[in-house]
């Protein structure tokens, strides 16, 4: 039974200071139970038991590390319907979505348990003593990569379970040896809870220090603030807006010890259709961009926002076809009635813009409360000079057409363009001298590159970037997706001329641990 609680170490307790509840997108309903939010005293008492919890969890023998990892995935299978009835509930968000989305979180969990009993992410190397090289010997070199400390995760809006309390930021965080806590989202704070006591029952069943995960519910950006500032929170993940990712990125910067804050921010996604493709198949990239855009009411951080191409023979099938299929597309619930506001107003600028033409609008559903329509609109790349914002972020499923003049002047817009996660290619044979000459520029832009395909859908895998230059995020050499994730919460050490009895373990010459490891670099 959901109780409305922050979970502070192994503890269930009351937030004092003030209440939230999460409303149904669907019916406008008011949600039991209400949810206490903690104050700075809570963020200090979390912080406390995660510093206190850190030396013995980060070394934790890797078996059981993996064992907690597997036993929160399990756990949240067990609760599954539960789990699903709770987010649709909170977020509109359908059921099939939903099972998707805990099978994605379930399986990025056992994925971050295989790793860590691999121990391959510990780097060990280690450079043998070489006492009769001259004309220095070389002292006992040994490298391995260690914890940087608790880490503060922030949870996402639109990924309720796969970004939020047991989301990849967490996952990689406990798997790295971190104590985690996490500030959960105020739009979802059931779900949140659910999870959070999964996580929190495998902590204790494992026989781990409580620290090891805490919980807090906080409105507006006191706790959050608090959290990143808390000397002993050395590490933060963020998914969520530009302005509170980098109002965090601040906080952490101006600490006495700054620390890093690797926050996914903000992307359009854009979509490039080169001319070759565009004349032999635009109607069917057309219909491709309407279901890609409209995926999730268009609330992922891949939806693509924006279409450019060269103006010519063929635009005119791939506007025509994707209007047509937008017409068709119902209103669907979007994730909170914040979120819908904010849309609603994104949408009215580019409906208000000089020299943008709205081709079509999706079907109206009054009976939602908080509705999602899709838009579409079309414009030039002259009109785009003219008004950068038009490239501005619409947090919903909202895309925009662009022409330019010449394959040099599609070039231009990309130049021009902010960081992304990601950028496509719509791409025929005869596209491929223009492609190849595009490469290098989207590489610059863009942190995964997807050819003939759609940004939407993001493989939790060993090879995945999920990140990209600023503003997509804050730190574009960091994946938050992926087996690559862990790295964010690791930094190595060195031990020289260490006896073998103060070696820490999977550092000593038997190789206890079984861990690959590199001798002399091979």
Known sequence: MLTGDLLIGAAAVRGTHGEISAIDPRTGEKLEPSYGLAGVADVARAAELAEQAFDAYRETPLETRSALLTTIADGLDTIGEELIARVGAETGIPAARAGGE??????????????????????????????????????????????????????????????????????????????????????????????????????????????????????????????????????????????????????????????????????????????????????????????????????????????????????????????????????????????????????????????????????????????????????????????????EEVFGASSVIVTAPTADALAEIVEGLEGQLTLTVHADEDDQELARALLPLLERKAGRIVVNGWPTGVEVGHAIVHGGPYPATSDARTTSVGTAAIERFLRPVAYQNLPSWLLPAGLDDANTLGLPRRIDGR
């Open 102 to 391: 805990l099978a994605r979180t379930t399986n990025q969990l056992r994925l971050f348990a295989a790793v860590v009993r691999d121990g391959g992410f510990l780097g060990v190397h280690i450079d043998p003593a070489l006492p009769d090289r001259t004309p220095l010997p070389r002292p006992d070199l040994r490298r391995r990569y260690v914890p940087v400390g608790p880490v503060a995760v922030f949870s996402a809006s639109n990924f309720p379970l796969a970004f939020s309390v047991a989301g990849g930021d967490t996952a990689s965080a406990l798997a790295a040896g971190a104590p985690v806590i996490v500030k959960a989202h105020s739009a979802h704070p059931g779900t949140s809870e659910l999870v959070g006591r999964v996580i929190q029952a495998a902590v204790a069943e494992h026989g781990l220090p409580e620290g090891v995960f805490s919980m807090l519910f906080g409105n507006g950006r006191e706790v959050g603030i608090a959290l990143v500032t808390d000397p002993r929170i050395k590490a933060v993940g963020f998914t969520g807006s530009r302005s509170g990712g980098l109002a965090l990125v601040a906080a952490a910067q101006a600490r006495p010890e700054p620390i890093p804050v690797y926050a996914e921010m903000s992307s359009i996604n854009p979509v490039l259709v080169l001319p070759a493709a565009l004349l032999s198949r635009g109607a069917e990239i057309g219909r491709g961009l309407v279901g890609s855009m409209t995926v999730g009411q268009g609330q992922l951080c891949t939806s693509p926002g924006l279409v450019l191409t060269v103006d010519g023979p063929g635009v005119g099938a791939l506007s025509d076809a994707a209007a047509a299929a937008l017409r068709d597309v119902p209103a669907a619930p979007m994730l909170s009635p914040g979120i819908q506001r904010a849309f609603t107003e994104g949408v009215g600028r580019l409906q208000d813009a000089t020299g943008v033409v709205t081709i079509a609008v999706g079907r109206e559903d009054a009976s939602i409360a908080a509705p999602g329509q899709a838009f579409l609109f079309r414009t030039t790349k002259a009109e785009l000079d003219a008004d950068p914002a038009l490239t």
